[in-house]
């Protein structure tokens, strides 16, 4: 079936620093999301993608939908404790349900 | 306020008693689903329901049933439980298939011994 790498499986930085993961597949996908999930909680949507190339924003959140539509970006700048978490994509072709990929674990040291 | 609610949150279990997890939404939301999350695997839908009385198996189905009688739930049953199902389960729930507003519980932790 499809499967999702995500890229770095977990990173440590400094507060302030900025934050790049991405999250490839083999298969080509219609929608990207990106989800956080923090410890004890359910994933929570952070920003949905629809179109190859798009660029979307949400605070100090970027995600970027790749032009192959093979992979997909989340940038996070000026990092703060609270961004501490496990992040993760998933994608969707047109009639299939989503698919999640491993996770990026982000620790944020102060 | 919009939520979907998980029950329990915690639960050690020996292997072969039934259990049941129960998902609630209050959403009137359609589609609803059951995932796993395991480290290093991510989320993997177990089974999912597009709407009352319609169910289908996810990725990972084996070991696990479901039933929908009514919308706003969907609970997860393990007639057998084993250690290898020893897991972070959520339930999940979207206003459609294709709509990606998924909303997802707090988890429930199941430790099977």
């Known amino acids: 079936g499809q499967q999702l790498n995500q890229s770095p499986q977990s990173m440590f930085i400094q507060e302030g620093e900025d934050v790049s993961m991405n999250c490839t597949s083999s298969s080509i996908f219609n929608t990207w999301l990106w989800y956080k999930q923090e410890p004890g909680e359910g994933p929570v949507l952070l920003i949905a993608l629809y179109k190859a190339g798009e660029l979307t924003s949400n605070g100090r959140l970027t995600a970027q939908f790749g032009i192959t539509r093979k992979d997909s970006f989340l940038n996070i700048s000026a990092s703060i404790p609270s961004d501490v978490g496990i992040y993760f994509c998933?994608?969707?072709?047109?009639?299939?349900?989503?698919?999640f990929g491993p996770g990026t674990r982000l620790s944020v040291l102060p | 306020e919009a939520q979907v609610t998980q029950n329990p949150r915690y639960l050690i279990t020996v292997t072969g008693k039934k259990l049941t997890v129960t998902c609630s939404q209050n959403?009137?939301?359609?589609?609803m689903s059951w995932y796993r999350q395991d480290p290093g695997l991510g989320l993997r839908q177990i089974y999912y329901?597009?709407?009352?009385?319609?169910?289908d198996k996810g990725d990972v189905p084996e070991g696990y049933k479901v039933s929908r009688k009514e919308k706003r739930n969907f609970p997860l049953i393990l007639e057998s439980p084993s250690p290898n199902q020893t897991s972070l389960y959520f339930c999940?729930?979207?206003?459609?298939?294709?709509?990606?507003?998924?909303?997802f519980g707090q988890g429930t932790r199941l430790t099977v011994v």
């Open positions: 959403m009137n939301h359609e589609y």
């Open positions: 999940a729930s979207t206003p459609g298939q294709l709509n990606t507003e998924a909303f």
């Open positions: 998933a994608g969707q072709t047109y009639g299939q349900n989503f698919v």
């Open positions: 329901s597009m709407n009352v009385e319609v169910t």
